[in-house]
């Protein structure tokens, strides 16, 4: 089981804003990173901090946290953006290990 | 550019050994934590394990699902690091990626390397 929950799938339409979430105790001490995830594809990473993009990511992806939720919001959502979405943290152990979500499958319709 | 480039899957019997690499280049790797992920087909990405930097004195960590099986090492002279495993089973079959973290994130992934795990 994963110290992380994510949805297993969201969907959105063409143009539209969906938020996927990401919630863990670890969240309330540690920033959520975000990666995208195509098929036959390894993850690229989307969000990272509080709220930095990595330099090519478009700015329609954005990241905010609340308490044991961290949230990756796509404003206007594109059909390229249809992917896998992971969020990734330390874990509430204190050991610094990593772990990830299950993972949302975000449909583009 | 920034790269990192595994090697060494392939097929292996249950019980059997396998020793991975990841070439990195483009970055000082020295100074790095590297970290492997696994995917099962289909399933979701599973932390493996780390290791940091000399300066951190090389520590290692590793998810309770592989830990005393599996090892990761590196070697600084040759910008590569390993992940041994051992005593495998068939539930380690997957893609192996390696990663870099910066800025605690895995900005630079490799592009994987497939470890099939089958009698």
């Known amino acids: 089981s994963s110290e992380l929950t994510q949805d297993p799938a969201v969907s959105v339409a063409l143009g539209q804003t969906v938020r996927i979430t990401c919630q863990g105790d670890s969240l309330r001490s540690y920033y959520a990173s975000w990666y995208q995830q195509k098929p036959g594809q390894a993850p690229v990473l989307v969000i990272y901090?509080?709220?930095n993009r990595p330099s090519g990511i478009p700015d329609r992806f954005s990241g905010s946290s609340s308490g044991n939720t961290a949230s990756l919001t796509i404003t206007g959502a594109q059909a390229e953006d249809e992917a896998d979405y992971y969020c990734?943290?330390?874990?509430?152990?204190?050991?610094?290990?990593?772990?990830f979500g299950g993972g949302t499958k975000l449909t583009v319709l | 550019e920034v790269q990192l480039v595994e090697s060494g899957g392939g097929l292996v019997q249950p019980g059997g050994s396998l020793k991975l690499s990841c070439a990195a280049s483009?970055?000082?790797?020295?100074?790095?934590?590297m970290h492997w992920v696994r995917q099962a087909s289909g399933k979701g990405l599973e932390w493996v394990g780390r290791i940091r930097s000399k300066a951190n004195s090389y520590a290692t960590a590793y998810a309770a699902s592989v830990k005393g099986r599996f090892t990761i090492s590196r070697d600084d002279s040759k910008n590569t690091a390993y992940l041994q495993m051992n005593s495998l089973k068939t539930e380690d079959t997957a893609v192996y990626y390696c990663?870099?973290?910066?800025?605690?994130?895995?900005?630079?992934w490799g592009q994987g390397t497939m470890v099939t795990v089958s009698s």
């Open positions: 990734n943290s330390r874990d509430s152990s204190g050991n610094h290990l990593r772990v």
């Open positions: 483009g970055f000082t790797f020295s100074g790095s934590a």
């Open positions: 901090g509080k709220n």
């Open positions: 990663t870099l973290l910066r800025e605690d994130a895995f900005d630079i």
